[in-house]
């Protein structure tokens, strides 16, 4: 259940950087052990991530989407597929799943759009501003593999 602790924890930071109106569905796995533990995980997850438990008799969700367990599938506004995220790209712990979720809120590719929330350009200029900022950082701080620490070392005798 951590995934859905790092999840809430993810969507809250995208809802206080403005991203808003994202819908999160976190799909329960057909087996029957995580059909027992559904419960756990609803309680896991705040009432803004719907958890969707799949029945045993219809065809498999992942299957369907030609996903699997632990995988996530991005959408823009329009309801169209922008990034499909495996493992290892999927775990929270990484950068790809938050970047990727800022990417589909903040692309236009089909104009002006009504499903587009009102403020969306200064929204997206933001973080715009603040990845060019960190490359900015990155790039003055420089990592130079050939350097070397020099520091002065006590010795102690032995025992």
Do not use: M
Not at 83 to 111: D, M, R, T, W
Request: negative net charge; charged residues 25%.
């Amino acid at each position: 259940f951590t995934f859905s602790i790092r999840l809430e924890d993810l969507r809250v930071k995208l809802e206080n950087e403005g991203l808003v109106n994202i819908s999160y569905v976190v799909v329960n796995h057909q087996g029957t052990q995580s059909q027992r533990k559904f419960h756990l995980l609803k309680e896991s997850v705040s009432d803004y991530i719907t958890v969707y438990q799949q029945d045993e008799q219809q065809a498999d969700v992942w299957t369907t989407l030609n996903g699997n367990k632990d995988d996530f599938l991005i959408y823009d506004r329009c309801g169209r597929l922008v990034y499909h995220l495996g493992l290892p790209y999927s775990f929270l712990s990484f950068q790809y799943v938050e970047e990727s979720i800022k990417i589909a809120y903040c692309e236009n590719k089909c104009g002006n759009c009504s499903y587009t929330e009102p403020d969306i350009d200064d929204v997206c200029e933001n973080i715009t501003k603040k990845a060019d900022e960190k490359l900015a950082e990155i790039e003055l701080n420089p990592v130079d593999q050939h350097s070397h620490h020099h520091h002065r070392h006590r010795h102690r005798p032995h025992h």
